[in-house]
């Protein structure tokens, strides 16, 4: 498979909305948003003003980086969609979701809940399935994420998955290694992205 390097243009943060998350969180948020804009790196994200997703959408735009929301109507008024950024209102969660793997060069996952668990469960299988090869890295405080790392293994174990699969992600524990782990992997641009939510 063809495959081409390209510097890394945008990063898209799936993460909790939820105003109530460990305050060491939500300023990881803030690092990492500050961190993008310091890079030149486009933050991607799900264009709500709460939780762990407004922290990073916030520290962001205050460094002066470019932002894009991406929310559907119904969540407008419930996520407090941030205005002050660029965003895009569409009409479901589908299509927030195609939108936002379409306009990012990769990914980053913080903690978040069932919402966030979802996001990264269908990016994972989507990697899986080999419809892109975007990097993904994890910021996994505490061992927020191990659980779920366990999880995949055991599939792998039970012959399932593939053992290459757990090579589909980078895990970093501290806010500050985020960017950086991210950059470092470059971007390989896979010619069946393409395929990702054609119709027909
Ligand atoms: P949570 O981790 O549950 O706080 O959710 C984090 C973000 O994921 C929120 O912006 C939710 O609206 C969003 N979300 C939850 N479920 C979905 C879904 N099925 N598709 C797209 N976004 C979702």
Not at 89 to 114: A, C, T, W, Y
Not at 134 to 140: E, S, T
């Amino acid at each position: 498979m063809r495959r081409e390097s390209q510097r890394l243009e945008s990063a898209c943060v799936f993460c909790g909305s939820s105003d109530d998350a460990d305050p060491q969180f939500l300023a990881a948020a803030r690092t990492i948003g500050k961190g993008l804009a310091d890079a030149g790196v486009k933050l991607v994200y799900g264009g709500g003003g709460v939780g762990l997703m407004g922290a990073v959408a916030r520290a962001a735009h205050e460094a002066n980086g470019d932002v894009l929301g991406i929310i559907p109507t119904f969540l407008v008024g419930k996520e407090r969609a941030l205005e002050t950024v660029e965003h895009i209102i569409v009409d479901n969660m589908h299509e927030r979701k195609m939108l936002m793997f379409q306009r990012s060069d990769s990914f980053i996952i913080l903690p978040g809940g069932i919402g966030t668990l979802e996001e990264v469960v269908e990016l994972l299988s989507w990697r899986r399935l080999d419809l892109h090869a975007k990097p993904v890295v994890f910021y996994n405080p505490r061992g927020f994420w191990e659980p779920l790392f366990k999880l995949f293994q055991h599939t792998v174990d039970e012959r399932l998955t593939p053992p290459e699969f757990m090579q589909a992600w980078v895990s970093v524990e501290a806010a500050e290694d985020v960017v950086p782990a991210l950059l470092g992997q470059g971007r390989e641009r896979y010619p069946s992205e393409a395929a990702v939510g054609r119709r027909g």
